[in-house]
């Protein structure tokens, strides 16, 4: 299995005279890719959250959301989710670069800007965190974007969970085996209580730091449609 990130050619500054700004570039192109990693891991073991805050349960795993409540698709949208990596990148772009590691120069930081693009087999992220960056007389703007792509099946895995959330609402308070074993995806699931199901959809085709890619959601049971 091979993970890939795509990164653009980071270019020089130009007519840069500071040295450090090869240094500050390469440090923070690094740090967004790092940043994109570590959202991309954090909503998959939330159900679509970096932080679930609202219809989650605590779990061994940490806090898990709900794809399936009060017989209700709750699972978070593909726009939203987008949104949510976005934010989590944008909150941690300011941390990556420490203005103590570059005695002699002041660094002023603006707002980030992040857009993320979740296709079907990857996590397509375009960031930006403009500088100023001072040194004696000398002067530089850095103000590019890094585009950023993550071979994680993200939208594919999105869509196979809204699958069985749809299935299980009709299911009722039985696990749909057979339906499960029909995604090319591997699906396990356990009772976090009587009347709940943790689902974790696993992904040979993904993988974050060879490690393989989980999808964690939770299914409140109900009583049968089914005749």
């Not at 993970?3 to 130009?14: A, C, D, E, Q, Y």
């Not at 594919?156 to 029909?182: A, C, H, W, Y």
Request: hydrophobic fraction near 35%; charge should be negative.
């Amino acid at each position: 299995i091979l993970f890939f990130v795509f990164r653009t050619k980071i270019l020089p500054t130009p007519e840069s005279k500071i040295s450090e700004v090869k240094d500050i570039n390469r440090v923070l192109g690094n740090c967004i890719e790092q940043r994109a990693i570590d959202a991309i891991r954090l909503v998959g073991i939330g159900g679509g959250y970096t932080e679930p805050e609202n219809n989650f349960e605590k779990t061994e795993f940490g806090r898990v959301s709900y794809g399936l409540k009060n017989n209700r698709n709750m699972l978070i949208s593909l726009s939203k989710l987008e949104n949510e990596i976005s934010d989590y990148i944008k909150f941690a772009l300011p941390f990556c670069i420490n203005e103590e590691n570059y005695v002699g120069l002041t660094i002023t930081k603006q707002d980030p800007d992040v857009e993320t693009k979740i296709n079907q087999d990857t996590v397509e992220v375009s960031a930006n965190l403009p500088l100023s960056i001072i040194k004696d007389d000398k002067t530089v703007t850095l103000d590019k974007g890094y585009e950023i792509e993550i071979s994680v099946r993200l939208g594919r895995i999105l869509d196979i969970t809204n699958q069985i959330i749809e299935k299980q609402k009709v299911s009722g308070d039985s696990v749909p085996l057979t339906f499960l074993s029909k995604f090319e995806t591997e699906t396990s699931f356990s009772y976090y209580d009587d009347n709940i199901i943790l689902y974790v959809i696993f992904d040979e085709q993904s993988e974050l730091e060879e490690i393989k890619y989980s999808f964690l959601f939770l299914a409140e049971l109900e009583e049968s449609e089914e005749e």
